[in-house]
């Protein structure tokens, strides 16, 4: 059973920043695009940045500059280094993986189960 599992959200004022960690576990025998995503009270969820296995990264517009994305494919680890943090961030942040749980299967996509990064003073 494939399981992400993220970790690092909290309280944090306005200008401050956050390290978001996702970890991939269970049987995997190769994981393509890591993302990650958020939801805000209301509002559809949106991804916030993406990274591909050799390191290709993408990002929403309103996080550019502000956010990095970064993997260590060893550890199975995906990382969203959050600074520059206003009230707008405020959202639960899911983590996201296409995985393949064995060489003869396809893709599936995983989702972890979320953690709360609320941005007030």
């Known amino acids: 059973q494939v399981q992400l599992v993220e970790s690092g959200g909290g309280l944090v004022q306005p200008g401050g920043s956050l390290r978001l960690s996702c970890t991939a576990s269970g049987t995997i025998f190769d994981i393509n695009v890591m993302r990650w995503f958020r939801q805000a009270p209301g509002k559809q969820r949106e991804m916030v940045a993406a990274?591909?296995?050799?390191?290709?990264?993408i990002y929403t517009d309103s996080v550019k500059g502000r956010f990095t994305i970064s993997r260590d494919n060893a550890k199975k680890m995906v990382n969203l280094q959050m600074s520059s943090l206003n009230p707008e961030d405020t959202a639960v942040y899911y983590c996201?993986?296409?995985?393949?749980?064995?060489?003869?299967?396809?893709?599936?996509?995983?989702w972890g189960q979320g953690t709360q990064v609320t941005v007030s003073s």
């Open positions: 990274i591909t296995y050799g390191g290709n990264t």
């Open positions: 996201n993986a296409d995985i393949r749980e064995l060489p003869s299967d396809g893709w599936f996509t995983y």
